[in-house]
């Protein structure tokens, strides 16, 4: 499949709301995604790990993964995140949750263990053959402790079903080698908001964007007018949102979106341990962005 006609533009990696007693909160859930999808996101990407994946077990995985389906219907696509650092449970997850109405999966590269460049190819090239969805690759060292270079991933967009890249090493000769080299259907996003607006110029396809969750119409009409080269309207939407991106990630993700949801009615101000809400100062601040620039 080519994603690149089914994924250009803005996808947001949906957080998880929960309840006062810790349980997922779904009516909460059903509102964020109403929000986006009414604001003009692109599509949805349920359980990545700014959905707080490392602290829910496989059963909400499951039910929050169908209750998206539920809820989307089909009104944007749906992307999937199914990854971890060992590469058999990664393929056991494959075959244990519901992804026949996935359009695609975004697996992040293992974490912790480092594996060589070698190592990372035949982690993802196992997952592809398993995979009875694409195969989006997702680069992200600052979490995973190993950086997947240009060539690894220029050698696995030539793997069957490895259809594409979320490239969030932050590194632009990286990103901008990746763009020379792809295939002309292999689907390159952002996975860094702050760098997206560049990135774009460059000739990324989109953003898989945790801004997005905060202001969906303000980011996806950014990467709209950059996706059509309107750089001078896309930069003025963009200066609005740098002061929010250094919010977001002052202290960590999702807190940062969280406190920013909370603020706006959607959701409770809740995380699991070992993530705790934004510190008070920061706090403040969230609530005097939103009152000055959304």
Same mark, same amino acid.
């Given at each position: 499949?080519?994603?690149?006609?089914?994924?250009?533009?803005?996808?947001?990696?949906?957080?998880?709301?929960?309840?006062?007693?810790?349980?997922?909160?779904?009516?909460?859930?059903?509102?964020?995604?109403?929000?986006?999808?009414?604001?003009?996101?692109?599509?949805?990407?349920?359980?990545?790990?700014?959905?707080?994946?490392?602290?829910?077990?496989?059963?909400?995985?499951?039910?929050?993964?169908?209750?998206?389906?539920?809820?989307?219907?089909?009104?944007?696509?749906?992307?999937?995140?199914?990854?971890?650092?060992?590469?058999?449970?990664?393929?056991?997850?494959?075959?244990?949750?519901?992804?026949?109405?996935?359009?695609? !999966?975004?697996?992040?590269?293992?974490?912790?263990?480092?594996?060589?460049?070698?190592?990372?190819?035949?982690?993802?090239?196992?997952?592809?053959?398993?995979?009875?969805?694409?195969?989006?690759?997702?680069?992200?060292?600052?979490?995973?402790?190993?950086?997947?270079?240009?060539?690894?991933?220029?050698?696995?967009?030539?793997?069957?079903?490895?259809?594409?890249?979320?490239?969030?090493?932050?590194?632009?000769?990286?990103?901008?080698?990746?763009?020379?080299?792809?295939?002309?259907?292999?689907?390159?996003?952002?996975?860094?908001?702050?760098?997206?607006?560049?990135?774009?110029?460059?000739?990324?396809?989109?953003?898989?964007? !945790?801004?997005?969750?905060?202001?969906?119409?303000?980011?996806?009409?950014?990467?709209?007018?950059?996706?059509?080269?309107?750089?001078?309207?896309?930069?003025?939407?963009?200066?609005?949102?740098?002061?929010?991106?250094?919010?977001?990630?002052?202290?960590?993700?999702?807190?940062?979106?969280?406190?920013?949801?909370?603020?706006?009615?959607?959701?409770?101000?809740?995380?699991?341990?070992?993530?705790?809400?934004?510190?008070?100062?920061?706090?403040?601040?969230?609530?005097?962005?939103?009152?000055?620039?959304?």
């Amino acid at each position: 499949m080519n994603l690149r006609e089914y994924l250009m533009g803005t996808g947001v990696a949906v957080v998880t709301p929960f309840t006062c007693d810790n349980k997922v909160d779904f009516p909460a859930l059903s509102k964020l995604l109403d929000f986006l999808i009414n604001d003009g996101v692109n599509y949805i990407v349920t359980m990545g790990t700014t959905g707080e994946t490392p602290v829910l077990n496989k059963e909400e995985k499951k039910s929050i993964i169908e209750f998206t389906y539920r809820h989307v219907n089909s009104r944007v696509p749906v992307v999937v995140g199914v990854g971890g650092n060992c590469t058999q449970d990664v393929i056991d997850d494959l075959n244990y949750f519901p992804l026949d109405e996935a359009i695609a !999966v975004l697996s992040a590269s293992p974490y912790y263990n480092k594996p060589s460049q070698e190592g990372i190819y035949q982690h993802y090239k196992a997952l592809a053959s398993a995979s009875p969805k694409p195969l989006i690759l997702y680069n992200v060292p600052g979490r995973t402790g190993r950086n997947m270079t240009a060539a690894t991933t220029i050698r696995l967009a030539k793997v069957d079903n490895v259809a594409g890249i979320k490239e969030a090493s932050g590194d632009m000769a990286q990103c901008m080698e990746i763009l020379r080299d792809r295939p002309e259907t292999f689907l390159v996003v952002s996975g860094d908001d702050a760098l997206a607006l560049p990135q774009l110029a460059c000739g990324m396809d989109g953003v898989i964007s !945790v801004a997005g969750n905060c202001f969906p119409k303000v980011f996806s009409t950014m990467v709209q007018y950059s996706l059509k080269s309107d750089f001078v309207n896309a930069k003025k939407l963009n200066d609005q949102m740098i002061e929010g991106y250094e919010l977001l990630f002052a202290e960590n993700n999702p807190a940062g979106a969280k406190a920013f949801l909370y603020e706006m009615g959607i959701m409770q101000n809740i995380v699991r341990l070992p993530v705790v809400p934004l510190s008070e100062s920061l706090h403040e601040a969230v609530k005097k962005y939103i009152k000055t620039q959304l």
